[in-house]
């Protein structure tokens, strides 16, 4: 079951960065890394065409109270996105039974490759777990996107599930890799 989530008024600190509500301010910064053509086909969706395409979706971040911000502790630059999404509980029937999200995220091409998305990544998976008391995270990734399966792979994730999904961007299908993160799992990696 997908159980309500509000982090507006939620801030993750970790050493590099900080995770906190996206606020009307950060359009400029969201603008720069979501209209970068390398971004978000990465993700499934289309480079924004203009800021307008990102003040609509930053204020549909604000009102949802379930996407944080990546801000950069030394730029203070909002730099990418972790979404805590509902999962399809048609297609993921078995999990009725469990708490459980939907992780999505994004982070702007300059910081790739820098360990930053699953230092992000940790603070929100350990948030949910230890004050939402969620039961399971998934989390999926297109089969060409071996650097989010390597994010997720770094977070403890392991495969679940592979389904096909129909792109917002073009309409095509695409391989979506779906993987799991159980808690019980999760706490025993920490007691290593």
Known sequence: MNPAVDISQVTLETPRLILRPWKLSDLSDFYRYASNPKVGP?????????????RAILERFIEGQKTFAIVHRETGRVIGSIGIE?????????????????LGFVLAEEYWGQGLMPE???AVVAYLFSDW???????????RNKQSARVQEKLGFKPYR???????SSGNREEVHSTIL???????????
Do not use: N, T
């Not at 990465?42 to 990102?54: F, I, L, N, V, Y």
């Not at 592979?162 to 917002?168: A, C, D, G, N, S």
């Open 120 to 122: 992000a990544g940790e």
């Open 42 to 54: 990465m993700a499934g969706w289309k480079p924004h065409e203009s800021p307008e395409d990102s």
């Open 86 to 102: 509902a999962y399809d509980e048609e297609s993921f029937a078995e999990l009725a039974e469990s708490k459980c999200r939907e």
């Open 162 to 168: 592979i389904v096909e999904q129909r792109l917002r």
């Open 182 to 192: 159980r808690r019980e799992d999760y706490l025993a990696s920490k007691l290593c």
């Open 133 to 143: 008391g969620l039961d399971l995270i998934l989390c999926g990734h297109f089969a």
